[in-house]
């Protein structure tokens, strides 16, 4: 299938952990992006690629590390995880910035 | 700065009646429109986008959304709604001048009575 897939699905975690959330798209997209998805339902971009290279840095902590080793992955490391980062992270993908596909998320749970 | 309002935070409406959920935008140039639909614990489905030319713009399960230029509006609507498209409707405009972002609305919750 076509698409934009992000593993896991879910992750729970304990505070001060890191983890990482894996991303790869199949569509021949040239940017991708990370969004997150806060308890109040509000989306919010972290950050872009385009062709592994960042476009969009938005203020987002250091303790977040987006990494592209190629143009159809995505990967989103966090250090030293708090109870704020718990919300829904997704993956998403686009051909020259214009109508982004989404995969389905990770709901990422710090206790 | 680019902005969307999404003034209805939840809608309820009967089965088979007409719905249709209001989106404001504030951007400096022609916006890139789009509506978007999350089912629980899903991801997001593109319903349709607007870019350019015919200001209707018909969509997948039925949907279709105006652009309104004068009203800075881009209203989703449909005639007629099934149980199964209670979900969460998220409108947004993307920034092409910032990297091509999106920026969403606040979203709108839409319960289905049957």
């Known amino acids: 299938d076509t698409a934009v897939s992000q593993t896991p699905k879910y992750l729970v975690t304990q505070m001060g952990n890191d983890k990482s959330i894996k991303c790869e798209q199949n569509l021949g997209h040239d940017t991708m992006y990370w969004y997150k998805q806060d308890s109040k339902k509000f989306l919010k971009i972290m950050f872009s690629y385009n062709n592994k290279e960042l476009i969009i840095n938005e203020t987002v902590p250091n303790r977040f590390s987006p990494k592209s080793p190629d143009k159809a992955h995505l990967n989103l490391h966090i250090n030293s995880l708090e109870l704020g980062d718990s919300a829904v992270y997704f993956c998403?993908?686009?051909?020259?910035?214009?109508?982004?596909?989404f995969g389905s998320g990770t709901r990422l749970t710090v206790v | 700065a680019q902005s969307v309002t999404q003034p209805d935070i939840h809608i309820t409406v009967s089965e088979g009646a007409s719905l249709e959920l209001r989106c404001n935008y504030s951007y400096g140039a022609t916006p890139y429109l789009f509506w978007y639909v999350q089912s629980p614990g899903q991801g997001l489905q593109l319903l349709l986008k607007y870019f350019s030319g015919d200001t209707l713009v018909q969509g997948i399960k039925g949907f279709e959304a105006e652009f309104k230029r004068s009203q800075s509006s881009f209203n989703l609507r449909k005639p007629s709604v099934h149980w199964s498209d209670a979900a969460e409707y998220f409108c947004a405009v993307v920034g092409l001048d910032q990297g091509g972002k999106l920026i969403f609305g606040q979203g709108t919750e839409l319960s289905v009575k049957p």
């Open positions: 998403a993908s686009s051909q020259e910035s214009l109508a982004v596909t």
